[in-house]
């Protein structure tokens, strides 16, 4: 049974609206445990659009469960990482102009700089995980890099299930990447896009051990509350 990963990114969204104090994602982070979060992820941004260097620093010292930070291959970000030391670093792609992470890292293409950010995270004891498409190519080469974890890119089969479709030839994509990855021994995780009506497909896939999903977690919170929200998420994961 996969377990869950929070991701509170939004609550800051909130908050650098008005640049004020609240709503706190430390806060938010504690609702999410009560909910039965296994993780807590949040992505410091080179432009810090929602998370700060304060809220990283916080949620290391206080959060009960283990802090997955996200991250681009950027030196500045890179040293912040390494000081701050959480269980688990996700690189992901990142440009200014972007909403969300429009896709997986191209370890491919940017294979020297993602192996240089992959030893110098592993060197510090933070575990690495490399978001990825389900391409054979990309999977490939993010295993030689040295990973401990992928992280699938769920993007493709969310959009295809939020324009009325079912997500089929985009769920056999993530089965077929997702047997690429665990026959070669690494963690298998997902995330991006996944709802609470699409979500258990991809909760089903053999050996998946961590989905991370944040908006829609953070959407009904605003409905509902963030425990009740984390909790009605946990029930379709099991």
């Given amino acids: 049974m996969p377990k869950l990963g929070v991701n509170i990114d939004h ?7 008005r640049r004020a104090n609240e709503p706190d994602p430390v806060w938010a982070a504690t609702l999410a445990e009560l909910g039965g979060a296994d993780g807590i992820v949040i992505h410091l941004r080179e432009d810090r659009r929602h998370i700060q260097d304060r809220d990283l620093r916080l949620l290391i010292e206080t959060a009960a469960v283990p802090i997955n930070l996200e991250l681009a291959c950027v030196d500045e970000v890179l040293a912040i990482a390494v000081n701050a030391s959480p269980r688990e670093a996700m690189l992901v792609p990142e440009r200014r102009e972007e909403v969300t992470t429009e896709g997986g890292l191209d ?24 978001f990825l498409d389900p391409d054979p190519t990309q999977i490939e080469t993010g295993i ?11 993007g493709a ?37 996944l709802t609470y009506r699409n ?15 944040g908006h829609t977690i ?16 946990k029930r379709l994961i099991e």
Wanted: glycine letters at 10%; a neutral charge; charged letters at 20%.
């Fill in 107 to 130: 370890v491919v293409g940017g294979r020297e700089k993602v192996a240089r950010a992959v030893d110098q995270l592993k060197e510090a004891g933070i575990g690495v995980s490399l």
């Fill in 218 to 233: 953070v959407a009904r919170a605003i409905m509902v509350g963030l425990e009740q929200a984390v909790r009605d998420m």
């Fill in 157 to 193: 089969y969310a959009n295809a299930t939020l324009a009325g479709g079912n997500g089929d030839v985009e769920l056999e994509a993530l089965k077929t990447a997702s047997r690429q990855i665990r026959q070669a021994g690494l963690a298998l995780h997902a995330g991006h896009g």
């Fill in 144 to 154: 030689a890099l040295g990973a401990d974890i992928i992280e699938l890119h769920t």
């Fill in 199 to 213: 979500v258990k497909p991809v909760a089903a896939i053999d050996e998946m051990q961590m989905l991370n999903i």
């Fill in 11 to 17: 609550v800051a969204t909130v908050r650098q609206a």
